[in-house]
């Protein structure tokens, strides 16, 4: 499989579940990136993952946790959501990092409702 | 004001017409700029990237760069129906690892 998978690609879950999203890279990338996409709101950038550090955006509630165990997979784990996080959840890599040119490709995205 | 802005939409125009999407950004340390495509319930795909000053040239897309000014924009030559979509700009600060996006442009190209 090439490109950046995401699972699953749709998910529904309860304010007090706790789920994983995963991603997964075949592109021999160094950087991995969570987004996430409201309805007529711009792509908000959660998490950085590059071989030199991490990088998040301090606004991202703590219910959302990311793992990074290798360059090829990314995690984003959630507990006690809530419903305003409902929204489409992006995965994306780039072969540069951060100090990179940072060209990224897209995963098909998960979507995510919050009950 | 926002970091990124984009010409509000919806932009219509007809077949074969030259379609101009603009963006301008705030950052004056931003280096590197992307133009997306993204069709209605699925994820966006890299269509164009400058770095330089000037224009960069891919098959019916031009992007055209003025870092003085602040302004990014991308035009479509013979637009087709396929095109219809929303285009995201976004910027990038390589300094400051900070990645940032419009709101983006939705164009419908009628037949």
């Known amino acids: 499989e090439t490109g950046v998978t995401q699972t699953p690609r749709h998910l529904v879950m309860g304010m007090t579940n706790k789920k994983s999203l995963k991603c997964e890279q075949h592109?021999?990338?160094?950087?991995m990136y969570w987004y996430k996409q409201s309805a007529k709101k711009p792509l908000e950038l959660m998490f950085v993952?590059?071989?030199?550090?991490?990088?998040e955006n301090n606004s991202v509630p703590s219910r959302f946790s990311p793992e990074c165990p290798n360059s090829s997979h990314l995690f984003l784990h959630l507990h006690t959501l809530q419903p305003e996080d409902s929204a489409l959840y992006l995965c994306?890599?780039?072969?540069?990092?951060?100090?990179?040119?940072?060209?990224?490709?897209f995963g098909p995205g998960t979507r995510l409702t919050v009950l | 004001q926002k970091e990124v802005e984009q010409n509000s939409g919806p932009l219509s125009v007809p077949e074969g017409a030259i379609a101009s999407l603009n963006c301008t950004y705030s950052?004056?340390?931003?280096?590197?700029f992307f133009w997306y495509r993204q069709y209605s319930g699925k994820s966006p795909e890299l269509i164009m990237f400058?770095?330089?000053?000037g224009d960069k040239e891919d098959g019916r897309f031009t992007a055209q760069l003025n870092k003085a000014s602040q302004y990014v924009s991308l035009l479509i030559r013979d637009s087709q129906p396929s095109d219809s979509a929303t285009y995201l700009c976004?910027?990038?600060?390589?300094?400051?690892?900070?990645?940032?996006f419009g709101d983006g442009t939705t164009l419908t190209v009628k037949p």
């Open positions: 976004a910027v990038y600060n390589t300094n400051a690892g900070k990645s940032t």
């Open positions: 400058i770095y330089s000053n």
């Open positions: 592109l021999g990338h160094n950087a």
């Open positions: 994306a890599s780039s072969r540069g990092g951060l100090a990179g040119s940072n060209e990224q490709f």
């Open positions: 993952y590059s071989l030199e550090e991490r990088v």
């Open positions: 950052d004056r340390g931003s280096q590197s």
